[in-house]
């Protein structure tokens, strides 16, 4: 076994290692949703159909979760530098080429590319906070990656709405790269070792399984939720093939001395609960921020700039909450801010389940300002309780699977919502007399839309029953 060099806790320099790492997440979370605003724009300018731009977010997500998986492999065969540097370098090789496309093959390759370096980002950003932090102050350090990561997504769409009216979407990545060089920069100049490198054999079977696998249950529910539909054999082909390989993926990691993915940290509980509490989180919050911003610009006619303003003031409270949050969960643990926020983002998704074309302004601010607030007293607090169960060895592996089955849930919750929201369109235009009326249109939207928060809804509600099991634990000093 072969380690890296051990560092004393005190030498290690907390504070530029985490700028760092929070600049490349910023940018990395802030590329991914500003590109969702550009859309209708590429379509028109590339000359692709609707399924054909949805390629840009789904060839992003099938290669984080496709490449999330191997992460936990990867952290114990390269050392923080190294994979800080090759993600840094995807990601600005990626922002390169995506700001110089000028075809829609080019732009997809830079979406893989850029995702590649968000695949090592993540999970690498992760296990670096858990070892450089201490248990008692894990919670404020994870509170400001939740600040990065909920605020990026939220300015990203009013930016990406300011930049195509005045200028064109190639300026989304010119304004990300200064900013990638610059983390880049910091990352050669503070990042340190702080992991040990265990080179662990590498199984070809699992990653193949594991590539398999959570690519297939990506791609199909992708696939269904864009324009396949659930019937199509395309679709039921590919989550079968997915469901099959990851059973099979299970069973051989199981059965391994060194898996690439360790499957027991499943047998810590609360790590358990952490893992379906975040799953259950990123699909309510992936489906209602696709359906919600979708509405305001079909269902009340606010151009892609205003929407992203409407949801500004949401994911700046977000933002400022996480690290509050994190400093709440060091001193009460996550019972006292996983139940309460469970509970405000099932009364907001309920609220939001009567959203119509005469919805106010303020209605939608509060309501979504206040589901934020419910998102940030859960996620991080299921996360990082959960991890701190896990022995230290274990830390990779648990990162791993949290990052992996957020990808995935993502997929899942945006396939169900795009459904729920197609059928309930269907429904109401079967219900009415002349189909082919105009003015049809909006209500038969509504519909749908109000269909998909119930879906949301339901799913948190189920999380909340769940979440009174959750108990503070002891960290692990393994």
């Not at 700028?19 to 802030?30: E, N």
């Not at 529910?221 to 990851?246: D, H």
């Not at 992203?308 to 996480?322: Q, R």
């Amino acid at each position: 076994m072969q380690g890296a060099p051990q560092i004393d806790q005190k030498n290690i320099r907390a504070l530029p290692i985490l700028v760092a790492l929070l600049l490349s997440g910023f940018i990395g979370m802030f590329s991914e949703t500003a590109l969702n605003v550009a859309l209708s724009d590429l379509m028109q300018q590339l000359s692709i159909s609707p399924a054909t731009a949805q390629w840009l977010t789904t060839g992003y997500l099938l290669t984080l979760g496709i490449l999330v998986p191997v992460s936990g492999l990867l952290l114990q065969w390269f050392t923080t530098r190294q994979l800080f540097i090759t993600s840094l370098c995807f990601s600005i090789i990626g922002t390169i080429l995506a700001a110089i496309a000028p075809s829609f093959e080019i732009l997809l390759t830079a979406r893989v590319v850029q995702a590649i370096g968000t695949g090592l980002l993540l999970p690498l950003m992760f296990n670096t906070i858990l070892i450089i932090f201490p248990a008692e102050k894990r919670g404020a350090a994870m509170g400001m990656i939740g600040l990065v990561i909920m605020v990026a997504p939220a300015i990203g769409p009013t930016i990406a709405g300011l930049l195509i009216e005045n200028l064109s979407w190639h300026w989304i990545f010119w304004l990300a790269l200064p900013v990638l060089i610059i983390a880049l920069a910091c990352g050669i100049l503070f990042m340190q070792n702080v992991s040990k490198i265990t080179k662990p054999r590498i199984d070809a079977i699992s990653i193949v399984l594991s590539s398999i696998g959570f690519g297939g249950i990506v791609f199909g529910f992708s696939s269904a939720g864009e324009s396949e539909g659930w019937g199509t054999p395309k679709v039921i082909i590919a989550i079968i093939v997915g469901v099959v390989a990851l059973v099979l993926f299970g069973i051989r990691q199981m059965g391994m001395k060194q898996p690439m993915i360790n499957l027991r940290a499943f047998k810590f509980p609360m790590f358990s609960l952490g893992v379906l509490m975040v799953f259950l989180c990123m699909m309510v919050i992936l489906s209602s921020m696709l359906v919600l911003p979708m509405f305001l610009i079909r269902g009340q006619g606010y151009s892609a700039f205003k929407a992203g303003l409407l949801l500004l003031p949401g994911g700046i409270i977000n933002g400022i909450m996480s690290p509050i949050m994190g400093r709440l969960f060091d001193k009460y643990g996550p019972k006292w801010l996983v139940i309460p926020g469970l509970a405000i983002v099932s009364a907001s998704l309920w609220f939001f389940s009567s959203i119509s074309a005469t919805s106010t302004v303020v209605f939608v601010i509060v309501l979504h300002s206040a589901l934020m607030i419910g998102i940030s007293m859960i996620m991080m607090p299921s996360q990082t309780n959960g991890i701190n169960q896990l022995p230290r060895d274990l830390y990779p592996d648990g990162t791993a699977i949290m990052n992996t089955l957020q990808q995935v849930a993502g997929a899942i919750g945006t396939a169900l919502a795009v459904s729920i929201m197609a059928a309930g369109q269907k429904s109401y235009m079967n219900s009415v007399s002349n189909p082919e009326d105009p003015a049809h249109l909006i209500p038969a939207f509504t519909e749908g839309v109000q269909g998909a928060f119930i879906f949301a809804m339901i799913i948190a509600v189920i999380g909340l029953i769940i979440s009174f099991t959750i108990k503070r634990v002891v960290v692990s000093k393994i």
